[in-house]
C-alpha cells in the first residue's frame, strides 16, 4: 500500500510540472488603476515584440522636470496597471517610468511563456533606445530579474547605465525545488524539476555575463524569493556590484524603505560615477 501511494505521488508530481513553466506566469486583464487617476501624464504605447505580438506599455512623465527613466520590467503577478503604484515615489522624485506588460498580461497580446517573456522584455529594451535618446537604469523585479538577465544577453546595452535587480530567484528548478522542500508529501520528489524545467534560461547562469554595474535588491522577509537567492546571485556577478538587504521587508517591497529610496536616488543620479571596476558592497537597512 505505501508503494502504491508513492508511486501514485510520484506520477502525480511529475506531470505537474511537466507544464510547470505556464505556472510561472499569472497574467490577468483587469485594469486596477492608471496614472491619470494620480493627474500623471502618460503616454499609451503598443509596438511588436519579434514574433509580431502586440505589446503594451505605459511611459509615466513625473510633473516636474525629467531628472531621467527607469526602465521596469515587473513580476509574475497582474499586470502593469498595478505594478507601476510601486513606482509613484520615484515618479514623485521627478523620474519617468517605462514599464511594459509581457505577453498575456493586460492589453498585450499572446501566450504567456518563459522565451516569448524574455523576446518581450528585449523588445521593450528595443523600443526604448529608439524612442529615448538618454542612458536609464533598468529593474527587474522577481521574474522580471530573470527575464531582463536574459533579455540583455546578445544585444546592444550602451544605452543601459546599470541593472537592478529587486527579489530574483536563482533558477526556475531552484525555486520549485526550495518551496516543495518546505512539505513534507513533496520533500522527496525535489529532483523532478530539474528534469522537467528548462536550466537555460536561469539567472545564476546569465548573471554572470553582465557587463554593467549591478544592484540586487531583498527584503530579508520574503517568503516567496529566500534572501539566499540574490546573495547567490550577487556572489556570481562580475564587479562592480552592490547588494541591498532590507530587513523586514517581504517581497519586492524593499524599495519601500525610506532609507533605501534616498540611496536609490542617490544611485540613479551618480550612476557609473558610483562605482569604479573592483567595486562590491554590502549594506543592511533596518
Known sequence: ???????????????????????????????????????????????????KTSLHAWRIYPSTKSKGLVFVAHGNAQNLS???VGWLWLIEEGYEVFIFDYREYGKSQGKSSIKGSIEDTRAALDY???????????????????????AVES????????????????????????????????????WIPSLSLN??????????????????IHGSLDNIISVDASWNLFEASSEPKEMWIVKNASHIQGLSNK?????????LEKGKKLYNPHYSSLKIYH
Open 1 to 51: 500500500m505505501v508503494t502504491l501511494l508513492r508511486s501514485f505521488l510520484f506520477l502525480a508530481v511529475f506531470i505537474l510540472f511537466q507544464g510547470c513553466a505556464s505556472h510561472f506566469f499569472q497574467p490577468d486583464q483587469r485594469v486596477y488603476t492608471t496614472p491619470k487617476y494620480y493627474d500623471l501624464k502618460y503616454d499609451d504605447i503598443y509596438f511588436e515584440s519579434y514574433d
Open 82 to 84: 498595478s505594478h507601476f
Open 128 to 150: 526604448l533606445d529608439k524612442t529615448y535618446d538618454k542612458s536609464y537604469v533598468a529593474i527587474g523585479q522577481s521574474l522580471g530579474g530573470t527575464m531582463l538577465l536574459n
Open 155 to 190: 544585444r546592444d546595452n550602451t544605452r543601459i547605465q546599470a541593472l537592478v535587480i529587486d527579489s530574483t530567484f536563482v533558477g526556475f528548478a531552484h525555486i520549485v525545488k526550495a518551496k516543495m522542500d518546505t512539505f513534507w508529501l513533496t520533500w522527496p520528489f525535489q
Open 199 to 216: 536550466a537555460d534560461y536561469d539567472a545564476k547562469d546569465r548573471v554572470k555575463d553582465v557587463k554593467k554595474p549591478l544592484l540586487f
Open 259 to 267: 532609507a533605501v529610496q534616498e540611496d536609490f536616488i542617490e544611485f
